[in-house]
């Protein structure tokens, strides 16, 4: 299950609402499952911004390296499908490593959302949706 606090919940939303119609992407912090901070990071991929999402490995790095100099680490990643389910795509599972949330925030016509999030423990194994709990903290 991953714990969101409502705040940060109603960030993600509204970072995927701004960037329709193209995907948005970011970084979840946190620890053991509880997200403490959403980090919006670039959509590097110019080309298809509309269906796909590029992190910059940099950018990355140096999430994790504050994350871990605060005692916390990246426990996942969210993205928008702009009208499209928010169910991950075979180009998402291609992506994807093992044991971290994938939240996917389904957008149509730049107003309605959806939001589900996704997880694997082995690379062999297909996402299975995981509960999202969102809290009031």
């Known amino acids: 299950m991953l714990h969101f606090p409502k705040k940060i919940y109603h960030e993600i939303i509204g970072h995927a609402k701004s960037a329709y119609p193209h995907e948005c992407c970011g970084a979840l912090i946190g620890k053991d499952k509880h997200v403490v901070i959403a980090r919006p990071m670039e959509n590097?991929?110019?080309?298809?911004a509309n269906d796909r999402y590029e992190i910059n490995p940099k950018e990355l790095l140096k999430i994790e390296k504050e994350?871990?100099?605060n005692g916390l680490e990246?426990?996942?990643?969210?993205?928008?499908?702009?009208?499209h389910p928010d169910r991950p795509?075979?180009?998402?599972?291609?992506?994807a490593w093992p044991f971290y949330s994938?939240?996917?925030?389904a957008v149509q016509n730049g107003k309605d959302i959806s939001v589900k999030s996704w997880t694997f423990e082995d690379e062999k194994e297909p996402f299975t949706e995981e509960e999202v709990r969102i809290s009031d903290l």
Do not use: L
Not at 44 to 48: A, M
Not at 89 to 95: A, L, N, P, T
Not at 102 to 105: E, K, L, P, Q, R
């Open 102 to 105: 994938y939240v996917i925030i």
């Open 74 to 83: 990246v426990i996942g990643f969210y993205h928008s499908h702009p009208d």
């Open 89 to 95: 795509s075979g180009f998402d599972r291609e992506r």
């Open 44 to 48: 590097i991929n110019k080309d298809r």
């Open 67 to 69: 994350a871990s100099s």
